[in-house]
């Protein structure tokens, strides 16, 4: 379709066509989740961390994992990124983003990719986003091992629902077998396990809280740079620490597969 044929009612009634939106974004006027249930969602999370995100992103590459309609990859190109790859497992948000981006005129390459494949792109990515996917994961630090082994070539833009408390305590690098007092404590890293549903949503599988989340963000290798907002982090590629055996039994099994 010709931009210009993108009319008010045109954009409107695909908009309506390509189902339920969870971004709310402004298609020349036109919004597509005008009744978000966290309001106009996710700018107004965005404007509470957009500082801490280079805002001259000239050149650099960009991967966005769980990119949905796209928000977070169209603003990266406002930032001038050379360019940006938009990973989703669902083919309806996909569809959203794609028509979103021709509606803006902004080019993103979207590609229907589950975080267990991006060894598949074979390259690493300037700024990787990594925002709301961790806690729909039935595996969520063997996915954070996959990005940082992969994918991750500077810096990681991360977002996780958090439930359970933010205090953090400083982790012992050991502790006895009859240790079972840390276990109580609130900012011992925990991550809960949802074995039906949580706020309806069966895909949501496990959900930390703070403490779990910056130690998960550690052990995968990635040391935080700033934590902007209660569950956004900037993080920096770091030392990955030694004795990960799952992910080098994974990844020998995709190079026995080519
Ligand atoms: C809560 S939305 C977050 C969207 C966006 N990143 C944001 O922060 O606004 C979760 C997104 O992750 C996608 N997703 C869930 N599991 C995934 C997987 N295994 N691989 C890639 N994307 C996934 C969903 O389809 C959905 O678009």
């Known amino acids: 379709m010709a931009r210009s044929e993108f009319t008010t009612e045109a954009i409107r009634s ?7 939106w969870f971004h709310n974004l402004d298609l020349r006027g036109v919004r597509t989740a005008p009744d978000h249930f966290l309001g106009d969602y996710p700018t107004i999370k965005w404007n509470r961390f957009a500082h801490v995100v280079p805002e ?26 050379a360019r940006v790859v938009g990973i989703d497992s669902d083919e ?87 240790e079972t007092a840390v ?11 949802m074995e039906k549903k949580y706020a309806g949503d069966p895909t949501n599988w496990w959900i930390p809280n703070r403490s779990c989340v910056e130690a998960m963000l550690r052990s995968a290798g990635f040391e935080i740079v700033a934590h902007p907002e209660a569950e956004v982090y900037l993080c920096r590629c770091g030392e990955r620490p ?11 099994r995709e190079e026995v597969r080519g």
Not at 14 to 20: C, E, F, I, K, Y
Not at 56 to 81: H, P, Q, T, W
Not at 242 to 252: K, M
């Open 14 to 20: 695909r908009v309506q066509a390509l189902g339920d």
């Open 242 to 252: 030694p004795g990960i055996e799952l992910l080098e039994i994974v990844t020998a």
């Open 92 to 178: 309806g948000y996909l569809a959203q983003a794609r028509f979103a981006a021709e509606v803006l005129g902004v080019e993103v390459e979207w590609r229907r990719l589950s975080v267990y494949e991006v060894a598949s792109l074979g390259e690493r990515f300037d700024l990787v986003i990594f925002m709301g996917v961790l806690y729909h994961l039935r595996h969520p630090l063997l996915a954070l091992d996959l990005l940082r082994e992969h994918v991750a070539g500077d810096l990681l833009l991360f977002q996780s629902m958090q439930r359970g408390g933010e205090e953090v305590e400083p982790l012992d690098s050991d502790y006895p077998f009859r």
């Open 183 to 193: 276990f109580e404590e609130r900012g011992f890293p925990r991550l809960h396990f």
């Open 56 to 81: 001259d992103l000239s050149g650099r590459s960009v991967l966005d994992i769980g990119c949905n309609a796209g928000f977070y990859s169209l603003e990266m190109k406002r930032r001038g990124a």
